[in-house]
């Protein structure tokens, strides 16, 4: 058994940089390599170009990327795991042995399956399945059913021999707590270590995001261009140590790394995954030397006995639109071509005997749209108009495409650019999010032209009664005779899950956590990010995580659809932090005087 072991991440989404995975090869002194690649979203995208191409449905770039580093693998010694196969991962291996033939390089590939759910969808459709959130019924076509499967199947490949493990859908971390488990010898029964390992590829999953990208401090962050991938070091014991390559840019401290911890997740004391429920109220982030830092504290309890599965369908189609508008009150003159082109195109909808628009939304850009009724800019010289609409009917919005360029000559002054010319219309695709017993999906492993079952542990699941309490933020003492914006006393960062956003706020000192925390109740967040929030099924809940002293809000219904379903700029809620931290905070004259 080794002592620790060293994981680096290349990867966190589907078009990452292709530069990370060298980086580490070469300057990570590695156990093992892992890239993430999937989002609910791609999958659907894999499965469209897997419908016009049979050998189509993973990701690429996986191939393209390790096809160079194959030598250096096998010589190092660096296994490989990698959620690149999509919705075909036997292709994404048929594929990736071609390359290592090609490279006269012998590598032991093998396919995790079991999470594809599509082919059963007509038995699915026999069973009484709700939307896990909004309780809709099933739809009756979907385009990829995927359940988020956990560790033990890549285990299993790991303990076969193979070097490098290529799966569909498994939630993010697993990638990273398979490897764990397989060199450590942990038990399933261990909750306390699958915690802590699932915090390791929580952390590292999102790449360079924990190594200072995506940080609120960005001015402090050091040559973007060579920003270094993340990895971690993990003990036996299973505290690890957060890293990135000496030389390369980037930043590790607490702060970028509890933005992190905190990024896409919902109550911290719950985090559920297949393999363990997590507790991250307790974790510590601790400095140990330059760009380096300790994490220790994460608990666990047993997992459910189901899966989270997503599935995506079609609904409708989605157009948008985008040119520039420019001159003297360019604002005014905008919101007027745009309500002119929605109205224009109605009308003739009306005519042709076509439904209405199913959505629209009209964003001036330039003008602090995202902010909402909090933009500080109400008028500006230039703007960019971007115009989205939704309608069951594709030939509606083909018609609404020809129909915008007419406002160049036959409206406002000042347009122009129509951003990639005419627009295209896309179908619109949804997620359905649902739960299924664990023991509908079949894991198999493929190596060497074999198909070996894996069979799950028998474990006692989680009764709902055995959560933790959650924690109370402590209240402020003394009086608040000043205030200041909330980016002087915290760093935070936000992103989706579905149709939720979450946003992770962590105090640049422990002492300003009672102040943020009296001022930013789910009230106070419900009224400042009204302008995102469903009116009608919007709502906010809040968190404590006092290891860290932070907080966690989960935004509820807030992204319009989320992913591409949404019509806005921003369907991933990604700069919902950047608007809360101008909040102003009431504190003490006597904190105040120490930030100016």
């Not at 390369?248 to 559920?272: K, N």
């Amino acid at each position: 058994m080794p002592t620790t072991v060293r994981i680096g991440c290349a990867s966190a989404f589907w078009g990452d940089t292709s530069t990370a995975a060298a980086q580490l090869v070469n300057g990570g002194r590695l156990d093992y390599l892992v890239f993430d690649y999937l989002a609910e979203i791609t999958l659907s995208i894999m499965a469209g170009a897997r419908m016009k191409d049979p050998q189509a449905g993973y990701a690429g770039d996986f191939i393209d990327v390790l096809a160079p580093l194959l030598p250096q693998l096998a010589e190092q010694k660096i296994r490989v795991i990698s959620n690149a196969g999509g919705v075909n991962p036997q292709a994404c291996a048929t594929a990736l042995q071609a390359a290592c033939d090609k490279a006269g390089v012998n590598l032991k590939i093998a396919v995790l399956l079991g999470d594809d759910l599509q082919a059963q969808f007509k038995h699915l459709k026999t069973q009484e399945i709700r939307e896990m959130f909004s309780g809709a019924p099933l739809p009756p076509m979907c385009v990829s059913t995927n359940a988020y499967l956990g560790a033990p199947g890549i285990v299993e490949a790991l303990r076969l021999g193979a070097d490098i493990v290529i799966t569909g859908r498994v939630v993010d971390s697993a990638v990273v707590s398979a490897a764990l488990v397989h060199e450590f010898g942990w038990s399933w029964h261990d909750y306390d270590k699958l915690a802590q390992a699932a915090l390791a590829g929580h952390i590292i999953e999102c790449g360079a995001q924990c190594t200072g990208g995506n940080f609120t401090d960005w001015r402090d962050v050091p040559d973007y261009e060579h920003i270094g991938f993340p990895i971690v070091e993990v003990s036996a014991d299973s505290q690890f140590i957060v890293s990135k390559p000496k030389g390369s840019g980037g930043l590790v401290t607490p702060l970028t790394v509890g933005e992190q911890m905190l990024y896409e997740i919902g109550d911290p004391q719950a985090y559920l995954l297949p393999d363990v429920v997590c507790d991250f109220s307790q974790v510590k982030l601790q400095q140990q030397g330059k760009n380096a830092v300790q994490v220790h504290g994460a608990k666990g309890l047993p997992p459910s006995d189901q899966y989270k599965v997503s599935a995506t369908y079609p609904d409708g189609f989605r157009c948008t639109a985008s040119c520039l508008i420019a001159g003297i009150d360019a604002v005014d003159k905008a919101r007027r071509v745009s309500q002119a082109i929605l109205d224009k195109t109605a009308e003739m909808f009306s005519q042709r005997g076509w439904a209405p628009y199913s959505e629209t939304s009209i964003e001036l850009l330039g003008s602090e749209a995202t902010y909402g009724p909090h933009g500080q800019r109400r008028d500006s010289r230039e703007v960019v108009i971007k115009l989205a609409v939704r309608h069951p009917d594709k030939q509606a919005l083909i018609l609404f495409s020809r129909e915008i360029a007419q406002a160049a000559t036959g409206m406002a002054p000042g347009l122009t650019g129509i951003v990639g010319g005419r627009p295209t219309v896309y179908p619109v695709i949804r997620l359905f999010s649902f739960l299924i017993a664990k023991n509908a999906c079949h894991l198999q492993v493929d190596i060497g032209g074999e198909r070996v079952p894996c069979a799950l542990s028998a474990l006692t699941a989680l009764d709902s009664q055995d959560l933790p309490i959650p924690h109370q933020p402590p209240k402020p003492q003394g009086a608040a005779d000043a205030s200041v914006p909330l980016v002087k006393l915290a760093v935070a960062r936000s992103g989706d899950k579905g149709n939720h956003s979450n946003i992770g706020v962590m105090p640049r000192q422990p002492e300003y956590l009672p102040w943020i925390a009296e001022a930013l109740t789910p009230a106070v967040i419900v009224d400042w990010m009204s302008h995102v929030l469903d009116p009608i099924h919007g709502r906010v809940e809040r968190w404590y995580l006092p290891g860290t002293h932070s907080l966690n809000f989960l935004l509820e219904n807030a992204l319009g659809g989320g992913g591409v379903a949404s019509l806005r700029i921003d369907p991933q809620g990604k700069a919902f932090a950047q608007q809360l931290l101008d909040i102003q905070i009431p504190v003490p004259q006597s904190i105040a005087e120490q930030l100016d």
